[in-house]
């Protein structure tokens, strides 16, 4: 997610974001001085490779550094940043559990939550983290011809 030029209040939750970039977030804008802010921005109940950097951006390092610098105030909670250090993130986020083993896995686009995750019940209103892929594939499945699974699923969202 590219994130520049101060846009205001971004709620970015219960998503499962499977990419290979080296972001999940990249935050620009202003200066180092005088960073563009965004104000009311919030990344809850999310599930993600943290890759090399996590939440990134221009002029500070990632996690807090860039937090602190563009999105101060910001709610970042019940996350899991897979393989990201947590001492670089707010408390109340996830991170030792491998992306891959959360999920039932039973084709390579199968995002739901396996029965052994650590995400079942985490996210901070007590339901799952990540995206709700059972609702998703209920609501797909009614539209005529929908595949069972859709191919190809790289971003889901409930």
Not at 72 to 90: D, I, T
Request: cysteine-free; overall charge negative.
């Amino acid at each position: 997610m590219l994130i520049g030029d101060g846009p205001t209040q971004i709620l970015v939750d219960h998503n499962t974001i499977d990419h290979d970039g080296t972001s999940v977030i990249y935050a620009y804008g202003g200066t180092a001085t005088a960073p563009a802010i965004v104000p009311g921005f919030q990344f809850t109940n999310n599930i993600a490779r943290h890759s090399t950097y996590g939440i990134n951006g221009a002029f500070f390092s990632y996690g807090l550094g860039i937090l602190n610098g563009f999105f101060p105030q910001s709610v970042v909670a019940g996350n899991l940043f897979s393989s990201g250090a947590a001492s670089r993130y707010p408390a109340g986020n996830f991170f030792n559990a491998d992306f891959d083993a959360q999920f039932v896995r039973s084709s390579p686009d199968d995002y739901r939550l396996s029965a052994t995750s650590v995400l079942l019940g985490r996210a901070t209103d007590g339901t799952d983290v990540g995206a709700d892929v059972m609702t998703i594939l209920t609501q797909t499945s009614q539209i005529s011809g929908a595949p069972s699974m859709p191919r190809g699923l790289r971003i889901a969202t409930r």
